[in-house]
C-alpha cells in the first residue's frame, strides 16, 4: 500500500539594506540567487529554498553651510555656533538610510567704527570693506575699501562690511577737521602737486604752516618755497597767514 509524496521547491525574494540574515544563519553583504537552505514540507518531504537576495546600501553625505548669527537645519534645531557633529537620518533612492552631518560655521558681526583723530577704522578684522558717506544718502567713496579711511574733510562716514556670511552697516562717526578747509580764494597756488619734496608757494605771502591729515602741525617757515620731502606720503593742509591776517588754505599731495 505506496503512497508516494513529492518534494518541493520555492524561492525566498529578499531586498535589504547593507545585510541580510537568511534562514541557514548566514549573514549576506551582497546580491545572492544561488544560496539554498532544505526544509520539510507539509508531505514531510525535501522543501529546498533558494535564496534570491538583493542588497543596497546606505550612504553618507556632509552638508557644508555657512551661516550669520544662526542656522536651522533640516533637523529643525537652530544652531548658534560652529558644529561638526549633528547628524539626521533620511531615506536614500533605494530606500536606505542616508546619513548626513552638518558642517555649519556661524558668523558673527557687530560692527563698528573706532576714531583717532581723523582717522576712522572699521571693526572688525578680517572683512571686506566700503566706506559710505552719510550726508550723501550712504553713498559709497570711491577706491575706500580698505579697513582704514582718512576723510579729506569734514563730514559723518559709516562703513559697510561683509565678514564671512555676515554683511551689515555701521553707524556714523562724525569728522571734523578744524581750521583747515581749503579757501575759496583763488590767489593761492601750490605747485607742483603732487609734490615729492620742494614746494612753491605763489599768491600770497606770510607766515606758511603745514598740517597733516589729523590737524598736527608739520612745519612753519616765512617762505615762499618749503621742503617737505621729510614728511610721510599722504595729503597736507597748506595755511599762509598774510600780514592783514588773512587766512588762505590749500591742499597738496605729498608722494
Known amino acids: 500500500d505506496l503512497i508516494i509524496a513529492n518534494s518541493s521547491t520555492s524561492t525566498d525574494a529578499q ?3 547593507d545585510s541580510y540574515t ?11 540567487n544561488s544560496a539554498t537552505h532544505t526544509l520539510a514540507n507539509a508531505a514531510g518531504c525535501d522543501s529546498v529554498v533558494t535564496l534570491d537576495l538583493i542588497i543596497a546600501s546606505s550612504s553618507t553625505s556632509t552638508d557644508a553651510q555657512n551661516a550669520c548669527d544662526s542656522y536651522t537645519w533640516i533637523d529643525s534645531i537652530t544652531y548658534t555656533a560652529n558644529n561638526n557633529s549633528a547628524t539626521h537620518t533620511l531615506a536614500n533612492a533605494a530606500g536606505c538610510d542616508s546619513v548626513v552631518t552638518l558642517d555649519l560655521s556661524v558668523d558673527n558681526l557687530t560692527p563698528s567704527i573706532t576714531l583717532n583723530g581723523n582717522n576712522l577704522t572699521m571693526q572688525p578684522a578680517g572683512g571686506t ?4 558717506d552719510c550726508d550723501n544718502s550712504y553713498a559709497p567713496i ?7 579711511f582718512t576723510p579729506t574733510a569734514s563730514g559723518n562716514y559709516a562703513g559697510a562690511i561683509t565678514l564671512g556670511a555676515c554683511i551689515d552697516t555701521t553707524d556714523c562717526e562724525s569728522v571734523t577737521i578744524a581750521g583747515l578747509q581749503e579757501s575759496k580764494k583763488s590767489e593761492l597756488h601750490l605747485y ?15 607766515t606758511v604752516s603745514i598740517y597733516d591729515i589729523y590737524g598736527r602741525l608739520v612745519l612753519s617757515a616765512k617762505a615762499n618755497t618749503v621742503d617737505i620731502s621729510n614728511a610721510d606720503m599722504g595729503i597736507y593742509f597748506i595755511r599762509v597767514l598774510d600780514e592783514q591776517g588773512n587766512v588762505y588754505v590749500g591742499k597738496v599731495l605729498k608722494e
Open 15 to 17: 531586498n535589504a539594506c
Open 192 to 206: 607742483p602737486n603732487p609734490t615729492t619734496g620742494i614746494l612753491t608757494i605763489e599768491g600770497v605771502q606770510g
Open 129 to 132: 570693506y566700503q566706506w559710505l
Open 22 to 32: 537568511w534562514i541557514d544563519s548566514i549573514t549576506y553583504t551582497v546580491n545572492n
Open 142 to 148: 570711491a577706491g575706500e575699501t580698505n579697513q582704514y
